[in-house]
């Protein structure tokens, strides 16, 4: 059904309906809709454009076309231009030219801006909530291993020795930070665009107040224009996305290469990994690949609503329906990943010998030689030489550092007293690093501590965030 016509001789041409037509994605919108469709209506009652009955019955259709959306039985046809045409015409269908009262001190350029807001916010708490289970895994595993030691690395080469439940819980802090920022967006964005009409503002709802606290937004907009026009909330919610979507990749990395047959590191469960279609024997990290492959997308998505939005003029341009598919593309995408790695985080199981054969090779343990004269009051600079030439003289024997006798070690450096077997070791190497977020056990015990607090925060946040949705849509 079209919205306008007056002052048109004709209807659009098909290719022109077949491009502008939007329902095909803006469906999803529709509970939105009908729920801020709601909210406008009582704010024509209150400012007395309906009466008292007209705006009961609109109220009680749009209540009974919300359940026959959400059954199925009521959806666009060919005509509708997009979710909020269509639901106007459901509207009308059951109303006759009441349908088309509630519309009034309104314009499809607020209401789109508001029903994607609130799907914005429905969608980031349920991502946020699914990401409380990702890290809840996260901090299990960190806290499984906070005693298996492993080789860590810079440049992928051998590093130092550390503590892998170390590596497990990094990210859990990168998680986290992803679950601040979407509690951020909650909190900047909570303003209600409804009201803005056009551009101009309502000649008919003066009071746009009662219709955003109705929504659950904690103020309303400032500026008209400003309200129809920004798409900052768009942008933000999909850096986030995009964010949450990079870190996945990495995990997705780490987890393919822990599970090669060089490293050995994890054996992924069998209903978390794939099989070939030609080699019976192989058993591949496709979901941890899929969630590499999948922040293309994210960041893709991104990239496209901010080129969108590069000099567009200010108040409502057709470009920003454009605003649309990335978004649902990022959400969508997110809502299929996380529970999929989740499940591969949770049931994968790492081999501590193999990890811990491999820690101290490649010379991991120099530092502890630099470090070990530096406390007995040698300068750092001559003591990290001191160990350079311990490295040099152990590859030339074709061994690796630590292996040098005691000897060799006063050789070079009358200082390198065999006290220092008590650091020159993987588990001494470990436990010496007591910083606060360092290796040894003693400090991941209490990064984990730290970790399940903030995590069991967040749980309880989008629970709360959860019900008080749930309370504002169901009228
Ligand atoms: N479907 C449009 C969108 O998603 C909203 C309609 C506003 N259209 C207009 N011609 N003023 O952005």
């Known amino acids: ?15 022109v309906a077949a491009l502008s037509r939007s ?78 009262a509630f519309r009034a001190g309104r314009s499809r350029n607020d209401l789109v801006v508001t029903d994607f807001k609130l799907y914005l916010l429905d969608h980031l708490i349920e991502i946020g909530a699914a990401l409380t289970l990702l890290i809840e895994e996260f901090n299990a595993k960190a806290d499984e291993y906070k005693d298996a030691i492993a080789p860590g690395f810079t440049h992928l080469q051998h590093a130092q020795p550390i503590n892998f439940g170390l590596e497990l819980a990094k990210h859990s802090q990168a998680l986290l930070r992803d679950q601040s920022r979407i509690r951020d967006w909650i909190a900047r964005n909570s303003i209600s665009p409804l009201g803005a009409g056009a551009l101009a503002g309502s000649a008919l709802v003066p009071q746009p107040q009662n219709s955003a606290s109705e929504l659950g937004f904690e103020s309303v907009h400032a500026n008209s224009i400003d309200a129809v026009s920004d798409r900052d909330f768009v942008t933000e919610a999909l ?48 979901i941890a690949e899929l969630a590499r492959g999948k922040s293309g997308r994210l960041v893709g998505n991104l990239t496209s609503v901010l080129t969108m939005l590069k000099g567009l003029p200010f108040a409502y341009n057709r470009d920003l329906q454009e605003d649309k598919e990335p978004t649902f593309d990022s959400v969508r995408t997110l809502l299929t990943l996380l529970p999929a790695l989740t499940g ?51 590859e030339s024997l074709g061994k690796d550092v630590h292996e040098l006798s005691d000897q060799e070690l006063q050789s070079i450096d009358p200082g390198l007293t065999p006290d220092i077997r008590l650091t020159l070791s993987a588990s001494g190497a470990v436990s010496s690093r007591t910083s606060i977020g360092g290796t040894s056990t003693e400090s991941l015990i209490k990064q984990i501590h730290l970790l399940n607090q903030r995590n069991q925060a967040d749980i309880e946040f989008f629970d709360r965030k959860r019900s008080d949705f749930l309370e504002m849509i169901h009228v």
């Open 344 to 394: 591969m985080v949770s049931t994968t199981s790492f081999n501590r010998e193999v990890m811990a054969s491999g820690s101290i090779k490649g010379h991991a343990l120099a530092t502890e030689i630099a470090d070990f004269l530096a406390r007995g009051g040698t300068p750092f600079a001559r003591a990290h030489e001191i160990s350079g030439e311990c490295v040099r003289l152990a």
């Open 1 to 15: 059904m079209a919205l306008w016509g007056g002052r048109f001789a004709q209807g659009p041409a098909d290719s």
């Open 23 to 100: 329902t095909h994605f803006d469906w999803v919108l529709a509970p939105y809709d009908i729920r801020v469709n709601i909210a406008h209506v009582r704010s024509l009652r209150a400012s007395s454009i309906l009466s008292e009955g007209d705006a009961e019955k609109i109220q009680v259709t749009l209540v009974a076309l919300g359940e026959e959306i959400s059954a199925g039985s009521f959806a666009p046809i060919e005509s509708d231009e997009d979710v909020h045409a269509a639901i106007e015409r459901g509207l009308t269908e059951r109303l006759g030219a009441l349908g088309g």
């Open 239 to 286: 850096f986030i996305l995009a964010s949450i979507g990079i870190h996945l990749s990495r995990i997705g990395e780490e987890y393919t290469l822990w599970s090669t047959t060089e490293f050995g590191w994890a054996r992924l469960d069998d209903a978390f990994s794939t099989g070939s279609s030609i080699m019976p024997q192989k058993k591949n990290p496709d």
